[in-house]
Nanobody, 124 residues
Framework: QVQLVESGGGLVQAGDSLRLSCAAS????????MGWFRQAPGSEREFVAA????????FYADAVKGRFTISRDNADNTLYLQMNSLKPDDTAIYYC?????????????????WGLGTQVTVSS
């Protein structure tokens, strides 16, 4: 079973950038579709971005399209989320997650492996 550990969160100002990382261990990372989700206080966990097992397909929520970039390094078992032009609305705990197959990449119920999350706070 794969274990996922997020890092890279922090407190930044609006317009700044952050890069989140998710280190995977204990499984075949390159077999998994990987996703980033986020959860703000009082809100449900929502889809942010996903990437296919090979890295050749990526998908984004409308709210982050053009600002965030998901990528992966299968040789290093690491998933990334580059976040640019951050806004206060991006404030949330960010989670990485893994699943088999690309179908349903936007649905949190389809993911079977989750990290504990990293806090991102964007001040105005």
């Amino acid at each position: 079973q794969v274990q996922l550990v997020e890092s890279g969160g922090g407190l930044v100002q609006a317009g700044d950038s952050l890069r989140l990382s998710c280190a995977a261990s204990g499984g075949t990372f390159n077999s998994y579709t990987m996703g980033w989700f986020r959860q703000a206080p009082g809100s449900e966990r929502e889809f942010v971005a996903a990437i296919s097992s090979s890295g050749d397909e990526s998908f984004y929520a409308d709210a982050v399209k053009g600002r965030f970039t998901i990528s992966r390094d299968n040789a290093d078992n690491t998933l990334y989320l580059q976040m640019n032009s951050l806004k206060p609305d991006d404030t949330a705990i960010y989670y990485c997650a893994g699943k088999f197959f690309i179908s349903g990449y936007y649905s949190r119920e389809r993911y079977m492996h989750w990290g504990l999350g990293t806090q991102v706070t964007v001040s105005s």
